[in-house]
């Protein structure tokens, strides 16, 4: 699949200090972009009244904010779950 970033995205990655959950994003995306369709993507959940808007959970409570339309996946948001629904989408 092909991978785009908004600067939000790579804003939210900048301010989280954990190793743990940064190790998590990257293998995140690395399987995103080998993944050959969505139903490839691992803990991948389409969320409700939405038609592009999906979410990954990464433990500790965080969340990955995507939208993916056709072949190409942009990922928007990365923050906390108490935070997520409230920026994204």
Not at 36 to 48: A, E, M, Q
Not at 50 to 60: A, G
Not at 63 to 89: A, D, E, Q, T
């Amino acid at each position: 699949m092909i991978v785009a970033y908004k600067g939000a995205f790579r804003r939210d990655a900048s301010k989280i200090s954990d190793r743990l959950i940064k190790k998590s994003i990257s293998s995140i995306i690395v399987q995103v972009k080998e993944a050959s369709g969505i139903s490839n993507i691992h803990r991948l959940v389409k969320l409700r009244k939405y038609k592009v808007h999906y979410r990954i959970e990464i433990e500790n409570n965080y969340r990955v904010g995507l939208i993916i339309r056709n072949n190409k996946v942009w990922f928007v948001r990365v923050l906390h779950r108490s935070k997520i629904y409230k920026k994204f989408p």
